[in-house]
């Protein structure tokens, strides 16, 4: 069973930075997508970023400039670098792999932001 683990998270200060991590256990799928979501408080989960084998990216437009998707060559990890860190990007950040017909989420992880 393919297991998705994100890390990274916590608590940092309106202005700061942070930078996620997500790595699959198996190293056999191949993916073709990854990308992040996050989820706050009463609403609904969110495309983040994605980045595709091609390496070819998408951004919201919330965090347009201020964060960077990317992944490693074997495209069985991947970051989220947050610059510029609000206070609305506090939320449940979500890590999914994509590829063979299947879909892998993470179990999530928090950023907090304090103003």
């Known amino acids: 069973q393919v297991q998705v683990v994100e890390s990274g998270g916590g608590l940092v200060e309106a202005g700061g930075s942070l930078r996620l991590s997500c790595t699959a256990s198996?190293?056999?799928?191949?993916?073709?997508?990854l990308g992040w979501y996050r989820q706050a408080p009463g609403k609904q989960r969110e495309l983040v970023a994605s980045?595709?084998?091609?390496?070819?990216?998408e951004y919201s437009n919330a965090v347009k400039g201020r964060f960077t998707i990317s992944r490693t060559s074997a495209m069985f990890t991947t970051f989220l670098q947050m610059n510029n860190l609000k206070p609305e990007d506090t939320a449940v950040y979500y890590c999914?792999?994509?590829?063979?017909?299947?879909?892998?989420w993470g179990q999530g992880i928090q950023v907090t932001v304090s103003s």
């Open positions: 999914n792999m994509a590829g063979e017909g299947q879909v892998y």
């Open positions: 198996t190293t056999v799928v191949r993916f073709n997508t």
């Open positions: 980045i595709t084998r091609r390496g070819s990216t």
